[in-house]
């Protein structure tokens, strides 16, 4: 079973960029899309196209703003969002069950307020804090679940290109690497670290000239799973050579037991 999510910056906009290229290369079984910046009445001619697919988008309240997307080969038996409205405002979760594997694609809220001023940070830490207890019983119990999205964090110095100039930043803040450790200490695994220690891999790279190609990036994008979904996991990736959006898209390869 392949599992891929992309933050997209924009669904109308990737779509003119060679998405659904992606999409078929892919073979993905479930995508899970970040900032698709569009209501559902404003993707018809976009949706049309992905006739093969089940789709299924929760959009933000206000226009042109964050929303996240599912696209899957096989219908989810549900699909849930947090049931807080705080949150829910901003179409930020979505909580789909494919057999007995739980798949949330999140998009975690900037700790920057609109003055880049960290203003933020507290509503991203709640945020966090409430996904985690949502998730908690079903993950010490066992369950299946993955976590997958724009975490808007890179959790250690390995995970951005230059850390000690962005330790003041919002997604290298102490307080938000805490909570990502915080995570990790409980049972989540960090898919991708789990299978590469190196450095150099990163999801995301500023729109200013040249930054891509010299590879000054973050990794803010993951993929976490439970004990219970990681005995099922074969491979972690990022496919940092996928242009159409200023992040790249990650993914999991899991054993198709995962699901029954």
Not at 18 to 25: A, N
Not at 232 to 239: D, G, L
Request: with cysteine.
């Amino acid at each position: 079973m392949r599992v891929r999510s992309w933050n997209v910056n924009g669904l109308r906009a990737v779509m003119t960029k060679g998405f659904h290229k992606w999409l078929d290369k892919s073979e993905s079984d479930v995508v899970g899309l970040q900032e698709v910046k569009a209501q559902p009445d404003q993707l018809t001619k976009e949706l049309r196209k992905l006739k093969k697919f089940h789709v299924h988008i929760n959009a933000a309240e206000r226009k042109g703003y964050s929303g996240v997307g599912l696209i899957s080969k096989q219908k989810p038996d549900s699909v849930e969002t947090m049931g807080v409205s705080e949150f829910d405002v901003e179409g930020r979760v979505q909580m789909a069950r494919f057999g007995k594997l739980k798949i949330v694609n999140v998009y975690v809220p900037n700790g920057n307020g609109k003055e880049r001023d960290n203003s933020r940070v507290p509503y991203k830490l709640a945020f966090s804090k409430k996904l985690f207890e949502l998730l908690e019983d079903e993950k010490k119990n066992g369950g299946r679940v993955l976590v997958m999205g724009d975490l808007n964090t890179a959790h250690r110095e390995i995970d951005l290109a230059r850390p000690k100039q962005n330790a003041k930043t919002s997604g290298f803040l102490t307080e938000e690497r805490d909570e990502l450790d915080r995570w990790m200490r409980n049972g989540w695994v960090d898919t991708f670290r789990h299978f590469e220690p190196g450095e150099g891999h990163y999801s995301w790279w500023s729109q200013r000239f040249g930054v891509r190609a010299k590879n000054i990036g973050w990794r803010l994008d993951m993929v976490l799973a439970s004990p219970g979904a990681m005995q099922f996991v074969k491979s972690a990736c990022i496919e940092s050579t996928v242009t159409g959006s200023d992040h790249a898209p990650v993914g999991v390869e899991l054993d198709d037991g995962v699901l029954s």
